[in-house]
């Protein structure tokens, strides 16, 4: 399958809206998601409470991450796990293949991480002769697919049962079915050989708490629970903003995340890991590697706008909420992080001139805002870089092909602004469009059908290309109240 | 320090001063709440019945089968019970003194300490206890310093759990209280059986982990 890119998200976003299979996959997951979720949260006496703290923990955490990074690494460490540090996704990509290479491994068995996604680990790995195995059940499907995932928690929603029960046929030899069931339990019996065969494993982490060294994995299959407890390696891979300050702060993390997520009270299992195991004779791994990876997390510190964008839980609620999201589903964004999170992630971590349109891919209409339980204000975030593109503080380059539209644009939001601040500009900016619009109206409304004029006007002309605009009404209510109703 | 490290700590520190300015202008429109190291309030110990029936009827909503022995005799007699219904033949226990003491007295089947992986992957039954439990969520909590039942607890297509009434706590922050104290060893929460909703958000039992919870609570020791 051909990848898209986050730079031609207007391309991909028609190509996604004119495709009635991925629909047909969407159709579920506002129903499902929204409602379970609505029903959870009833379950807490306070969510409101819970997300002010929530969000309160990681500003924080985040105001002194050096701090609370360097305790959570010293009491890893004093746990029995080894520190890794990666500036970049290709430093701690290599981190993994060294660590792997060293325990002659030829695969790994993999737990859904998207850390691991963001740096593109499974390629890296094959690139060195090593297979790398997904095993949570959606992850494998479009590992088998050769995709890549399209949400954050269910990474192939965009995929039917038709699609999948088709895709088992071709890679696994089973007569086809689109018994739920039947499919799981092929995927469990292929997995379990690859789980027995293990000597490495991978997975990702939710939290990490600074006060104990302890990693938190949350997850409903099990499959993470094998990865961390039947191999000799763990392999664990953390975004640096992971971390949380106290224990006992898992409490309000484990309130809102599965709640906002899948709409549970928890997740089947959560795995507590604080370093290796002590006895020989435990089951667990005998080595606990922590990639603590930066790739471009720093940088997001440096305003308290982008900062937020550190204290995300990955639940994936906005995606659910997001009416854009809902109609083009997540391959449109052309990143790991689709929807609204990902319309912000996506431009900080690869740099804003390579997704210039994502922060366009939103109507601002604040669902995410409303569901998000960290309290991230998306609009906000998504405003301030839209800023930052047309201010030119995005783009690098001294010449810029779009700094001539940029100043057209704020040329013409200057003249906006004079022409609707006093009365007697207003009025006469209505009786000038009441003459002027005379060329291109017709029928009472300015659409496709009116013609070239409408057309060469640019404004004019992107606006109506997909709907009409109306047409300014021949009195203001202004006037008809002083002639006299 | 390497190098690595350096430069991410360092990164994090130039970008957190970068941003102090704007910080002081942030806060005066969002208020902000900081907050203090308070731990999580524990809620008043609720009675060993009440919890006892939070519990069930958390655990039961999830699909988890839940008996309730009155004594220990009783409790042998729902293991076998349980044996005979799944037709169990390999299975694996834990060291757990308790589960030790119950199986005793069934001299129907063998049941294997110490299983191998091997073992544990061709098994129809684990059987383990549960240290502690959470009412609101219905969740069993294990901790691996007592018993080695992070594989037992997994790999079988069915776990039997035993858990005695008096570990059941209603909230989630009182057990992260508890287990807070001492994490050496690998803790793992557990509720219900393994799922699955990745194929078209249809729930599907049992994809990694066990597909059947059964739980036997011990009402009085």
């Known amino acids: ?16 809206l004119n495709d009635p299979v991925l629909h047909g996959a969407l159709r579920n997951l506002a129903d499902n998601f929204v409602t379970r979720r609505q029903n959870a949260m009833a379950s807490v006496d306070d969510w409101e409470g819970l997300r002010e703290k929530a969000r309160a923990i990681k500003e924080e955490t985040l105001l002194h991450l050096d701090d609370y990074l360097l305790r959570f690494v010293e009491n890893a460490e004093k746990a029995g796990a080894t520190i890794h540090w990666a500036r970049d996704g290709k430093e701690a990509c290599q981190i993994v293949i060294d660590l792997v290479k060293q325990r002659d491994a030829s695969m790994v068995v993999k737990a859904k991480s998207m850390a691991g996604e963001e740096i593109h680990l499974n390629e890296a790995l094959e690139r060195s002769g090593v297979e790398p195995v997904e095993t949570d059940l959606g992850e494998w499907i479009i590992q088998l697919a ?28 089973i007569e086809k079915t689109e018994n739920v069931d039947v499919l799981t339990k092929t995927a469990r019996d292929i997995l379990r050989k690859r789980f027995a065969e293990a000597e490495v494993g991978i ?71 604080t370093g290796t195991k002590k006895n020989a004779a ?17 940088r997001m510190l440096s305003h308290p706008v982008t900062r937020q964008s550190l204290a995300c839980i990955r639940c994936g609620a906005c995606l659910n909420a997001c009416p854009v999201y809902q109609q083009v589903g997540g391959h449109a964004y052309g990143s790991v992080y689709p929807g609204p999170i990902g319309a912000v992630i996506t431009p900080q971590l690869i740099g804003i001139s390579k997704a210039k349109q994502l922060p366009y891919a939103s109507s601002l209409c604040g669902a995410c805002k409303e ?36 100043f057209a644009e704020s040329l013409a939001f200057k003249m906006y602004g004079m022409a609707w601040s006093g009365q007697f500009s207003y009025g006469l900016g209505t009786k000038a469009a009441r003459l002027m619009q005379k060329l291109v109206v017709r029928d009472g409304k300015i659409g496709k059908a009116s013609g070239l004029i409408a057309k060469l006007l640019p404004p004019l002309g992107a606006w109506t290309a997909w709907r009409d605009a109306p047409a300014v009404a021949p009195k203001s209510f202004r006037e008809i109240w002083t002639d006299g109703i | ?30 208020h902000v709440e900081s907050i203090a190291n308070e731990a999580c309030p524990a809620e008043n110990v609720t009675a060993v019945r009440k919890l006892l029936h939070n519990f069930t009827a958390s655990a039961e909503m999830l699909g988890i089968h839940i008996e309730i022995a009155a004594d220990e005799v009783e409790a042998t007699d729902l293991i076998a019970s349980v044996v005979d219904r799944t037709g169990a033949r390999k299975i694996a226990v834990s060291n757990s003194s308790s589960v030790s003491r119950l199986i005793e007295t069934i001299e129907t089947v063998e049941f294997t300490v110490d299983a ?94 066990p597909g059947e919870l059964q739980i036997i609570i011990l009402a009085d020791q």
């Open chain 1, 146 to 173: 050769g995709e890549t995932p399209s949400h954050i928690v269910v990474p192939a929603i965009h995929k039917t049962k038709q699609q999948i029960a088709d895709l088992f046929v071709e890679k696994t030899g």
């Open chain 1, 371 to 406: 569901v998000c339980p960290v309290k991230i204000d998306i609009p906000e975030l998504l405003l301030h870089l839209r800023a930052e593109i047309t201010d030119g503080t995005a783009g690098g380059s001294a010449i810029n092909p779009e700094r001539k539209r940029r």
């Open chain 1, 1 to 16: 399958m051909q990848q898209l890119t986050a730079e031609t998200f207007d391309q991909n976003a028609r190509a996604a």
């Open chain 2, 1 to 30: 320090m390497s190098t690595a490290r350096a430069d991410i700590i360092g990164s994090i520190r130039r970008n957190l001063s970068k941003s102090k300015p704007f910080d002081a202008v942030h806060a005066e429109h969002k």
């Open chain 1, 203 to 273: 997975s990702g982490v939710n939290f990490g708490v600074a006060e104990t060294g302890t990693i938190l994995i949350l997850e409903n299959e099990g499959n993470i629970r094998l990865t961390t407890s039947l191999t000799k390696t763990h392999i664990a891979i953390m975004g640096i903003e992971k971390v949380i300050p106290r224990f006992a702060d898992l409490d309000v993390f484990l309130k809102l995340l599965p709640r906002s997520g899948t709409g549970q009270r928890l997740t089947a299992y959560q795995s507590l890991i």
């Open chain 2, 116 to 209: 191998s992986t091997e073992f544990l992957f061709d098994s129809d039954l684990g059987i383990t206890s549960a240290q502690w439990a959470i009412a609101e969520t219905g969740t069993l909590v294990l901790e691996a310093e007592s018993e080695d039942h992070r594989l037992i607890s997994l790999v079988p297509p069915i776990h039997l759990c035993l858990l005695e009434a008096s570990k059941i706590r209603q909230t989630l922050g009182e057990i992260l209280e508890l287990t807070g104290r001492n994490l050496e060893h690998t803790i793992t929460f557990v509720t219900g059986a393994s799922r699955t909703s990745d194929i078209e958000l249809t729930l599907a039992i049992g994809v990694h982990g």
């Open chain 1, 282 to 298: 435990d089951a667990g791994p005998e080595e606990v590697h922590i990639v603590l990876m930066d790739n471009g997390r720093s």
